[in-house]
C-alpha cells in the first residue's frame, strides 16, 4: 500500500480572493472549480488532468479506508437485494384503449414501459431501459410519454449525469426510432392534443430551463417553433398538460412566486395568455375541471393555501371564486379534478390526508389512517371520467400499499402490497412520533423506527436524517434498506426541522432566508433529545443528509461537531456563499428567494457567510466524515464537497477520518441503476456501521 493510500491525498492551496460590499474573502481552493464547468457536464473527459488526479486521488484514499468493510459491503447489497421482488411490475393505470404501467426484469437495472389492451391481451414492451443503457456507464430514463392518439412516444434519457436530457421519437408499432433527435433539454414532454407534436423546455449553457418550444412530427430541431422565453434568470420555465388534453400549461415559478400562461392543447401555435401575472410571494396553480379551472393559491394571505374557481374561458384573477377556504394549519399540498369530484391532499397535524369534494352536492369526506406517522401518496387516475382514483400508503414498519378507491361508495381495494422476498414482519418494529423542544420552544416532530427489542437504555447506536429546506417535507415512508441498520440494533430516525413545511407554510418560512438558522438549531435539538431521553447517546449518534440537507450536515459539524459520532453528507451544498454569489451556476438565481441575494444585500452577504458551512471550518475536533458527490451534477457541483473536505482535513484537530467519494460516471441523483444505487447505499451504511463500532 503506497504512502498515498494511507494517508489523505495534500490539496494544494492556491489563494484566490474577491471582495463584496468592502468585504474581501480567500478561498485557498478554488482552484478545483474547473473552469470548463459546462463543458464538463456534457463532456467528463475535458476535465482538467490536475483535478481528476486529484479527485481520483480521494477516491483511492476512501477506498482504502474502507477497504476493512469490503465483506460487510457486500453482505448489505444481498441484504438489499434480497428484499426487492426483481421481477416487479406496477399496476397498470387505464387510458383511453390501453393500460400503461412500468416492470423491472430478474437481474435488470432499469425500467421497462409496458402497455396492455384494455380489453384484455397480451403486455407489450414498447420501451426497454435495460437495453437502451447497455454499455453506458451511465443511463437514466426521464420522461416516457405516448400520444394521445397511442400511436408515438416521446422518450427522453440522459447518458452524462447532467440532466441535459435528449428526446427520441418512437412509433408504437414498429418499435423504432425517428431519426429525430432532440438535445439539452430538461426531460419533460407535453404532447399537443392532436398528436402531431409535442412542447418541451430547452436548456441553456447554465443549465436554465428558460425556453418552450414545439416540435412537429418529422422536422428537425432545428426548426422548432420558440413559443415562449423567459427572461429572468430568477424563474424557472416548465410545461405540463390536462387530463381531458384540452389545455397547455407553462408554469413560470422560482421558490416563492409563480405565474401560468395558457395555450389550447388543439392550437400549439396559439398565442399563449396569462392567467395571473407574476407577484412577489404569490403562488398559484391550475387543473382542468371540464368548464371550469381550480386553482390552488396563496393569495390574500392564504398561508396554508386555498383553492378557488374560474370559468375555463375567462380563467383570469377578478373570476376566481372561493371553493375550499383557507384554514391555517391545514397546509393544502396539491390538488386534481375529475367529472364528480375535487379532490385535494393536505398536510393536518404533520399527517396527510386525501380529501374529496363531491361536486354534484358539495359534501366533504377524507381518506386518512390510524398509525402514528405515516405516508400517503395521491396518484389519481389518468382519465378525467374516472370514478376511481389511485393512492398508496405506507409507513416506516408497512410496506406500501396501492389501492384503488370509488370516490363515491367510498370503498378501497388493494391492488398491490410491496413484496420483500426475503421477509419482514411488521409486528417486530415499533415506530412513533415524538416531539423535541427547539431553542425557542417549538415542538420539532420525530419519526422514530426501530426494533421491538432494542434496549431504550443509551446503548443503541442512532442514524439520525434530515433535510429542512425548499418547504420539502420528509415522508414517514417504508425504506427496506433501513432494516439493515434497524435489525442490527440501530434506532432509525427523521427530524422534521424548519425549512420543510411538516407543519404548514410557516414552517417552511420559519426555516428559511433570515431564519435559516433555525434548521440547524432544530436538528441539534433533536439529536440532544434523543440522547436525553436514552434512544442513544452522543457517541454513538450518527447525521445524515444530502443536497440541501448536506448544508445542514455541514453546518451542525461546526456548530456542535462533539455531538455526533459521525456524519454522512450526500451530495453536500456546503459552499454557499460562493454559489449564491456566482449568477452564472444552474441554480443561483433561482435560490435567492430561499437564501438570500449576497450580490444585491450586504445584509445577506453577512447572513449567509455566517452559517455556510466551507466559510466556517475552523479548529476543532470534527467527527468522522463521509461526503459523496457526483462529477456531473449541475445542482451541487462537484467542487463544493471537494473544498470541504480539503478544508476539513486542514483544520481538523482530532484524527476521525474525512472521506470524499466522487463517482466519476453519475451527477446529482448517484448511480442511474437500481442496482448500481443499492451499491452505494450499501457503501454508506458500511461506514455508518463501521462508525458505530459494528462490522
Not at 402497455?115 to 453506458?136: E, H, Q
Not at 400511436?151 to 427522453?156: G, Y
Not at 399537443?192 to 441553456?204: H, I, K, L, Q, W
Not at 426555516?511 to 434548521?519: A, E, I
Request: proline letters at 5%; hydrophobic letters at 35%; charged letters at 25%.
Amino acid at each position: 500500500m503506497t504512502e498515498s493510500i494511507i494517508f489523505p491525498p495534500e490539496t494544494k492551496k492556491i489563494d484566490h480572493s474577491e471582495e463584496h460590499h468592502g468585504i474581501i474573502r480567500h478561498d485557498f481552493y478554488n482552484w478545483l472549480r474547473a473552469k470548463n464547468w459546462q463543458d464538463v457536464f456534457k463532456t467528463p473527459t475535458l476535465l482538467d488532468k490536475e483535478i481528476r488526479a486529484h479527485l481520483e486521488a480521494e477516491n483511492a484514499y476512501q477506498k482504502a479506508q474502507m477497504a476493512d468493510t469490503i465483506g460487510l459491503q457486500k453482505q448489505l447489497f444481498a441484504e438489499m437485494k434480497g428484499r426487492i421482488k426483481e421481477d416487479d411490475s406496477s399496476v397498470p393505470v387505464k387510458d383511453g384503449p390501453y393500460a400503461y404501467g412500468v416492470s423491472f426484469t430478474t437481474g435488470g437495472e432499469q425500467p421497462h414501459y409496458f402497455r396492455t389492451p384494455r380489453s384484455g391481451g397480451k403486455a407489450s414492451v414498447y420501451v426497454d431501459g435495460d437495453a437502451l443503457a447497455k454499455g453506458k456507464d451511465y443511463f437514466r430514463l426521464g420522461a416516457v410519454q405516448h400520444s394521445p392518439d397511442h400511436s408515438k412516444c416521446a422518450w427522453t434519457y440522459d447518458d452524462k449525469g447532467s440532466e441535459f436530457y435528449t428526446i427520441k421519437l418512437r412509433d408504437m408499432t414498429s418499435l423504432m426510432d425517428t431519426t429525430e433527435n432532440i438535445i439539452n433539454t430538461s426531460g419533460d414532454v407535453v404532447w399537443d392534443a392532436n398528436s402531431e407534436g409535442f412542447f418541451y423546455t430547452n436548456v441553456d449553457e447554465n443549465h436554465r430551463p428558460s425556453k418552450l418550444y414545439y416540435h412537429k412530427i418529422g422536422t428537425d430541431q432545428s426548426v422548432d417553433k420558440l413559443i415562449f422565453e423567459e427572461k429572468d434568470p430568477g424563474f424557472f420555465l416548465g410545461v405540463g398538460g390536462s387530463s381531458l388534453n384540452d389545455v397547455i400549461y407553462i408554469d413560470i415559478h422560482d421558490h416563492e412566486t409563480s405565474e401560468v400562461w395558457l395555450i389550447p392543447a388543439k392550437e400549439p401555435m396559439a398565442t399563449p395568455k396569462c392567467v395571473r401575472k407574476r407577484q412577489k410571494g404569490v403562488e398559484y396553480s391550475l387543473t382542468e375541471g371540464g368548464d371550469i379551472f381550480y386553482i390552488l393559491t396563496n393569495i390574500d394571505g392564504a398561508k396554508d393555501f386555498k383553492i378557488m374557481s374560474a370559468p375555463f374561458d375567462k380563467p383570469t384573477e377578478e373570476n376566481w371564486i372561493e371553493v375550499v377556504p383557507h384554514q391555517p394549519s391545514r397546509l393544502i399540498l396539491a390538488h386534481d379534478a375529475y367529472k364528480n369530484f375535487l379532490v385535494w391532499l393536505e398536510r393536518r397535524d404533520g399527517l396527510p390526508r386525501i380529501e374529496l369534494l363531491d361536486r354534484r352536492d358539495g359534501s366533504i369526506h377524507a381518506i386518512a389512517f390510524e398509525e402514528e406517522t405515516y405516508s400517503l401518496t395521491l396518484h389519481g387516475a389518468a382519465e378525467y371520467d374516472s370514478e376511481t382514483i389511485r393512492f398508496a400508503y405506507s409507513s416506516m414498519t408497512t410496506p406500501s400499499e396501492l389501492y384503488d378507491y370509488d370516490m363515491t361508495t367510498r370503498q378501497r381495494v388493494m391492488l398491490k402490497r410491496q413484496e420483500v422476498p426475503s421477509g419482514h414482519e411488521p409486528k417486530n418494529y415499533i415506530t412513533r412520533r415524538l416531539m423535541a423542544k427547539a431553542e425557542d420552544g417549538a415542538e420539532i416532530p420525530i419519526s422514530l423506527f426501530y426494533h421491538k427489542d432494542t434496549k431504550l437504555d443509551g446503548s443503541a447506536p442512532c442514524l439520525l436524517y434530515g433535510y429542512g429546506a425548499y418547504g420539502i417535507s420528509i415522508p414517514d415512508s417504508f425504506n427496506s434498506n433501513a432494516l439493515s441498520l434497524v435489525d442490527r440494533g440501530f434506532v432509525y430516525a427523521i427530524a422534521h426541522i424548519r425549512g420543510g413545511k411538516e407543519k404548514g407554510f410557516d414552517w417552511y418560512e420559519k426555516g428559511k432566508h433570515l431564519f435559516k438558522r433555525n434548521t440547524f438549531t432544530d436538528f441539534i435539538a433533536c439529536g440532544r433529545f434523543l440522547v436525553a431521553n436514552h434512544f442513544t447517546s452522543h457517541d454513538r449518534l450518527i447525521a445524515e443528509g444530502g443536497s440541501a440537507g448536506g448544508m445542514l450536515m455541514g453546518a451542525v459539524a461546526n456548530m456542535a461537531p462533539e455531538d455526533y459520532a459521525g456524519i454522512v453528507a450526500i451530495v453536500p451544498f456546503v459552499d454557499v456563499l460562493s454559489t449564491m454569489l456566482d449568477a452564472t451556476l444552474p441554480l443561483t438565481p433561482p435560490e435567492w428567494p430561499e437564501w438570500g441575494n449576497p450580490l444585491a444585500s450586504k445584509e445577506d452577504y453577512e447572513l449567509i457567510a455566517s452559517y455556510s458551512p466551507y466559510d466556517n471550518v475552523r479548529a476543532q475536533n470534527y467527527p468522522a466524515i463521509l461526503a459523496m458527490a457526483g462529477l456531473t451534477d449541475p445542482r451541487v457541483t462537484y467542487w463544493e464537497p471537494a473544498k470541504w473536505v480539503a478544508k476539513l482535513r486542514e483544520f481538523a484537530t482530532g484524527d476521525n477520518p474525512v472521506l470524499l467519494r466522487t463517482n466519476m460516471d453519475s451527477g446529482h441523483a448517484g448511480a442511474s441503476g437500481r442496482f448500481s444505487r443499492l451499491e452505494e447505499s450499501a457503501y454508506i451504511y458500511a461506514f455508518i456501521l463501521k462508525v458505530a463500532g459494528k462490522i
